[in-house]
């Protein structure tokens, strides 16, 4: 990196080659906080669930994907076997993106979204992936919203028993469960109910970083102390990752914290989501542009821009000389290098922050202690798979920092149609 890059992001209080491990640490500090019901900028929801022993057989079950951009819904079927077959699929948007909506008009477009399937099985599983508190019969009660989901109206509500009265006043027969899970159990779910024939893992890790940024783990049983001593079941918990505030915030990151309609929440989910890392670029580049390190005719293109998707700052970060909307913006090498370091320096602090969280929740864990049993983390995300470089760069820190610095072997994991099918194990189990 050039010194003129260097010294802009660090004038900006930019974190360079931040540290994996103390980054971790504070990370799982805030984990444990939350646990022990202590003040902590993540919540710590417990799920009630446990993964299954095996998958099930001879079940049909109504799935709802509903994060992010999209709202996702189809019928999954479990055969005599355990093996899986998705049918009715179908992708619309998610209700609350496009404008704010009440409370009646939020789950009337829901039932809008999943009337196709009505009465085609009497159980469903709700994958919601935002914050949430899981009561033990299943149902969720979301306290805040993320990826700019606007329905105020529905914090504080139970999601699933709210859905379920709308379906029944629409001629549904019983629903005689509905299950709310976020996408990280449901990936979690689905790597243990999938694990490859001639592996043992010691725990399991859903990892999600696409849209949004979140992570889940399986809590051995535990006695946390905090306003007071409570002893915790053996469990999923979700870690609302994205919410913990322990972390340096650059001046890029208060701009894009400032501009969006929940300020001062989400913290770490802003520094490296799919929903935000090209606003986070877009920062960069204004700011650059002010401070003089692009050329005139270069600063004078980017005042004009409106906004940087994540989609474009990738693009250019795998071909900056194709012809583009970043690409476009550079007068000569000089600009294209200095935006290509900016933007890669982003992405590097995703793959580092990721590292931390993974690095943290693996430990929680307590197991990976064995090489041949290992900790296996599920990830899901189109910008943990897409993002340049960001795979390869997460899976180095972590080998440096987890099994190398700390002994905690790792193994991440695939599942096809993982949140899918981890969202009908919920919804059976």
């Known amino acids: 990196m050039t010194t003129k890059t260097t010294a802009f992001l660090l004038r900006h209080n930019f974190p360079l080659a931040m540290d994996v491990a103390s980054t971790a640490s504070s990370i799982l500090d805030d984990m444990r906080d939350g646990l022990a019901g202590l003040e902590s900028g993540e919540d710590m929801f417990k799920t009630w669930l446990l993964p299954p022993e095996s998958v099930p ?27 899986a077959s998705i049918t009715d699929f179908k992708k619309t948007k998610m209700p609350g993106v496009e404008r704010e909506l009440s409370k009646k008009e939020f789950f009337d477009q829901i039932a809008d979204n999943i ?4 009465n085609k099985a009497d159980k469903i599983g709700f994958c919601f992936s935002y914050a ?11 306290n805040a919203f993320s990826k700019e989901v606007k329905a105020p109206e529905v914090i504080g509500v139970p999601v699933g028993k709210s859905l379920v009265e709308v379906l029944e006043g629409r001629g549904w ?24 024939e001639g592996t043992d893992y010691s725990a399991y890790i859903g990892f999600i970083l696409g849209t949004g940024m979140n992570a889940a783990y399986v809590q051995p049983e535990c006695v946390v102390s905090g306003i007071v001593e409570e002893k915790i079941e053996k469990q999923i918990i979700v870690c609302e990752s994205g919410k913990c505030d322990r972390i ?21 989910e802003k520094g490296c989501s799919g929903a935000y890392l090209g606003k986070l670029g877009f920062e960069l580049l204004l700011a650059g542009a002010k401070d003089g390190i692009f050329s005139s005719e270069c600063a004078q293109k980017i005042a004009k821009l409106d906004d940087v998707s994540l989609i474009e700052l990738d ?9 583009g909307k970043i690409s476009d913006l550079c007068q000569d090498d000089t600009d294209r290098q200095t935006i290509y370091e900016l933007f890669d320096s982003a992405v590097d602090r995703v793959a580092r922050y990721a590292a931390a969280i993974l690095t943290a929740t693996a430990i929680q864990t307590g197991g990976g202690k064995s090489p041949i049993r290992p900790v296996a983390i599920l990830c899901n995300g189109t910008t943990f798979f897409k993002t340049h470089k960001l795979r390869s760069r997460i899976e180095s820190y972590l080998e440096d920092c987890l099994t190398k610095r700390m002994g905690v072997y790792f193994e991440i ?3 096809e149609n993982d949140i899918t099918i981890g969202t009908a194990v919920a919804g059976i189990v």
């Open 57 to 83: 057989k001879n079940e049909s079950v109504i799935v709802i994907d509903a994060g992010g951009t999209n709202f996702r819904s189809c019928l999954v079927s479990f055969d005599a076997a355990g093996a």
């Open 115 to 118: 009337d196709y399937l009505k």
């Open 132 to 142: 949430m508190e899981i009561t033990k019969d299943g149902d969720g009660i979301p």
């Open 173 to 196: 027969n019983r629903i005689k469960r509905i299950t709310l899970l976020n996408d990280t159990v449901a990936a979690l779910l689905a790597g243990k109910a999938f694990s490859k």
């Open 248 to 268: 340096p915030l650059s001046d890029f990151d208060r701009e894009v914290d400032r501009k969006t309609n929940i300020p001062g929440q989400y913290l770490l």
């Open 315 to 323: 693009s250019f970060l795998y071909a900056p000389f194709k012809s």
């Open 413 to 415: 994991v695939a599942a």
